[in-house]
T-cell receptor, first 113, second 111 residues
Framework: DTAVSQTPKYLVTQMGNDKSIKCEQNLGHDTMYWYKQDSKKFLKIMFSYNNKELIINETVPNRFSPKSPDKAHLNLHINSLELGDSAVYFC????????????FGPGTRLTVT | DQQVKQNSPSLSVQEGRISILNCDYTNSMFDYFLWYKKYPAEGPTFLISISSIKDKNEDGRFTVFLNKSAKHLSLHIVPSQPGDSAVYFCAASLNTGKLIFGQGTTLQVKP
């Protein structure tokens, strides 16, 4: 059983389109995250939800909107895609907030052409 | 402003020897530190962590050392195995759960 899963694994789309990436965890965790790994391989947090409540919102363009329908799911919707959005996006989850390890999904490679 | 730094982009070690990966941080408010291992086209995998109240944590072949006064942590892998070849990220955490990652060190373990 995959602990943290993401779909799709690869996503190729054109500028201006709207796309979503889905994330599900079956670990029973309360907290979920979205990270972006850019072309320089830096992993940076974008959002965090705890019990469906947004607790971390980094300086991310408002074209990015996370949606948490329940504790086990955190989806990422991106409007009006731009070339600079091309990156690998990772979902993660943890048992709580501070002091807990985070478990990552396999990543979604987004390519905007 | 990079709060977590891994100054060695790569490290090559012979199988059976010790691998030492280093990480420096600047924010004294960090209270939890973690090491992740990452293979290509996969997500980071949690390896080992240490709370700021400790100076050492050991799990099998992996040991993490924390020197708070120097704001430095290191990961020791003994003995190193070819399967350990991967990118290793250190990360520091605030109590919000926000993880701040270093830029990674690519470890190559030669048979």
């Amino acid at each position: 059983d995959t602990a943290v899963s993401q779909t799709p694994k690869y996503l190729v789309t054109q500028m201006g389109n709207d796309k979503s990436i889905k994330c599900e965890q079956n670990l029973g965790h309360d907290t979920m995250y979205w990270y972006k790994q850019d072309s320089k391989k830096f992993l940076k947090i974008m959002f965090s939800y705890n019990n469906k409540e947004l607790i971390i919102n980094e300086t991310v363009p408002n074209r990015f909107s996370p949606k948490s329908p329940d504790k086990a799911h955190l989806n990422l919707h991106i409007n009006s895609l731009e070339l600079g959005d091309s990156a690998v996006y990772f979902c993660a989850s943890s048992q709580g907030t501070g002091g807990y390890e985070q478990y990552f999904g396999p990543g979604t490679r987004l390519t905007v052409t | 402003d990079q709060q977590v730094k891994q100054n060695s982009p790569s490290l090559s070690v012979q199988e059976g020897r010790i691998s030492i990966l280093n990480c420096d941080y600047t924010n004294s408010m960090f209270d939890y530190f973690l090491w992740y291992k990452k293979y290509p086209a996969e997500g980071p995998t949690f390896l080992i962590s240490i709370s700021s109240i400790k100076d050492k944590n050991e799990d099998g072949r992996f040991t993490v050392f924390l020197n708070k006064s120097a704001k430095h942590l290191s990961l020791h892998i003994v003995p190193s195995q070819p399967g350990d070849s991967a990118v290793y990220f250190c990360a520091a955490s605030l109590n919000t759960g926000k993880l701040i990652f270093g830029q990674g060190t690519t470890l190559q373990v030669k048979p």
